[in-house]
Structures are given as structure tokens and as C-alpha cells.
């Protein structure tokens, strides 16, 4: 990784070029390649056991550039940081320029804390002003608490009757029935001939997993044969994994990452 430039901008803003070589980048392929081989099917090999080379004759030697681009930036960028020792605020603009065997190289732009400069001060004076509490001032103030401490017993139970109003799952499982509501629920996945159900505890069933997805709503969206999502829970998505809250990360069917991504901004 090396920083070609760092330009400060307006309103305390700075812009970062950073590149990332070439070995940088083919380690970064590598384990792109380990992480989805198992996702890319080649004639003549079981799932996973086809060779990189062999991946990347089939479908161009890029396959492997966008996942190796998403585990190498985050890093490089970070070090790049702590090379120009900045200190920034929120999340940087990211645009990638050139992207190849010979690495690649992205530009970030991010806000920092303002420098402030501090002017006179010692020496200024400011005038003290005693308050004085009346006895109708703390009868007032008591009678203001208590009436907000009713409105917040009447919030209480009006959500608490909307959380029993909800729609949820009911999960059969040995020897009891467990009501799941759908906004707890994270994913759903199928795990050989069972269902996991990912919420506030994981719950496995052995149920067919279209049969879920009729009990559910438009929260929720199908990645692939093997899952479900509910897209309040998606953090991040690429073309080919749904990231979620909790670390969870699911596999994304190809051609799905157009529809999953309306899917979220029309529920935005």
C-alpha cells in the first residue's frame, strides 16, 4: 500500500490516493478465490475443488477482482490513515480507479475533525447569577414529572400491545411451541434437511423452507434456494453475499443483486 497523495479540501474535508500492489492485491485474489470457489461450478470438479487457473480460464481472470478489491481496501485505506495520521469522521467516498493483475488503486474522500485554534480567553469574565427555587417552582416541576411519567406508562402499553399484535413465526420444537415476531427474525437458512431460524437465539426445524417464506411479508427477501433475509437487518450487500446484523453473512444467488438492492431502497 502506498499513498500517492493526500489533498485537504473545504470544510474539513481531505481526499486520499491510495494504491495497492500487485502482491497486496494477489493475496488479497487468493482468498477470494478460497472464499467462492465453493460457489463456482467447473466441469469435472466438485464444488470447491477446482483450481484457481482453472476458475479463471473458464471466466476471465477478473472473477476474483471485485471480492479481492472488498477484503484489501478496507485495510489498505486504514493504513493509509494512520500514515497521514488522520483522524476522520463517518464513512469516506470511495472511487475505485484501475483495477488489475498489477494491483489497483481507489480515491477516498472523508471528513476530519476541524483544526481549532483557540483564541484569548483567559482573563474573561462572566457574571454569576444565583437561581432561587420557590416552593411553587418545585410543585410545578413535580407536577410536570408526574404527568410525563404517566404518558410514558401509556407509551409502554401501547407498544406492548403492537408487539403482541405482531406477526410472528410458531416454531414447533420438542416439547413446546415457540412464537418468534418476524422483526426479531434476522435470516432464515437451510441447513442440510432443516431450517435455522436466526433471531435474538437460533432456532433449528426441519420444515420446508418455501413453507416459511408464505408465513412471511414484504420485509423479507429470498437470496437463493438456501435463504431468507429480512432486509431491515442487511448492512452491506455484494454480488455475491448479504451481509447482517450480527455478523451474519449469507450467499447470493446470481442475478439477484439488482433486485435485492430495489427491494431495500423501496423499503428505505
Given at each position: 500500500m502506498s499513498v500517492k497523495s493526500c489533498e485537504?479540501?473545504?470544510?474539513?474535508?481531505?481526499?486520499?490516493?491510495?494504491?495497492?500492489?500487485?502482491?497486496?492485491?494477489?493475496?488479497a485474489i487468493e482468498k477470494a478465490y478460497k472464499k467462492q470457489r465453493g460457489q463456482i461450478r467447473?466441469?469435472?470438479?466438485?464444488?470447491?475443488?477446482?483450481?484457481?487457473?482453472?476458475?479463471?480460464?473458464?471466466?476471465?481472470?477478473?472473477?476474483?477482482?471485485?471480492?479481492?478489491?472488498?477484503?484489501?481496501l478496507p485495510d489498505a485505506y486504514t493504513e493509509a490513515l494512520k500514515e497521514k495520521e488522520l483522524d476522520v469522521v463517518g464513512y469516506p467516498k470511495i472511487e475505485l480507479q484501475d483495477v488489475g493483475k498489477d494491483g489497483f488503486s481507489f480515491k477516498a474522500e472523508?471528513?476530519?475533525?476541524?483544526?481549532?485554534?483557540?483564541?484569548?480567553?483567559?482573563?474573561?469574565?462572566?457574571?454569576?447569577?444565583?437561581?432561587?427555587v420557590t416552593a411553587e417552582d418545585v410543585e410545578n416541576r413535580l407536577k410536570e414529572?408526574?404527568?410525563?411519567?404517566?404518558?410514558?406508562?401509556?407509551?409502554?402499553?401501547?407498544?406492548?400491545?403492537?408487539?403482541k399484535n405482531e406477526r410472528a413465526l410458531t416454531l414447533e420444537?420438542?416439547?413446546?411451541?415457540?412464537?418468534?415476531?418476524?422483526?426479531?427474525?434476522?435470516?432464515?437458512?437451510?441447513?442440510?434437511?432443516?431450517?435455522?431460524?436466526?433471531?435474538?437465539?437460533?432456532?433449528?426445524?426441519?420444515?420446508?423452507?418455501?413453507?416459511?417464506?408464505?408465513?412471511?411479508?414484504?420485509?423479507?427477501?429470498?437470496?437463493?434456494?438456501?435463504?431468507?433475509?429480512?432486509?431491515?437487518c442487511v448492512r452491506r450487500v455484494t454480488r455475491t453475499e448479504v451481509f447482517l446484523d450480527g455478523g451474519l453473512t449469507m450467499p447470493l444467488s446470481r442475478g439477484l443483486y439488482d433486485a435485492i438492492n430495489r427491494a431495500i431502497i423501496s423499503r428505505s
Open positions: 485537504k479540501l473545504e470544510k474539513s474535508m481531505v481526499e486520499l490516493t491510495v494504491e495497492v500492489s500487485a502482491a497486496d492485491f494477489e493475496a467447473v466441469p469435472g470438479f466438485r464444488p470447491g475443488k477446482a483450481p484457481r487457473k482453472m476458475i479463471e480460464q473458464m471466466y476471465g481472470t477478473g472473477v476474483f477482482y471485485e471480492e479481492a478489491v472488498n477484503i484489501a472523508g471528513a476530519v475533525y476541524p483544526e481549532v485554534t483557540l483564541g484569548q480567553y483567559k482573563g474573561i469574565e462572566a457574571p454569576k447569577y444565583e437561581a432561587v414529572m408526574a404527568e410525563r411519567n404517566s404518558r410514558m406508562v401509556d407509551l409502554d402499553r401501547a407498544v406492548e400491545k403492537l408487539r420444537l420438542p416439547g413446546e411451541l415457540v412464537r418468534v415476531p418476524l422483526y426479531e427474525i434476522r435470516c432464515l437458512e437451510v441447513r442440510q434437511n432443516y431450517v435455522t431460524v436466526h433471531a435474538k437465539e437460533d432456532y433449528t426445524v426441519k420444515k420446508p423452507l418455501g413453507e416459511f417464506q408464505r408465513e412471511l411479508d414484504e420485509r423479507f427477501f429470498r437470496t437463493g434456494r438456501s435463504c431468507i433475509v429480512n432486509l431491515a
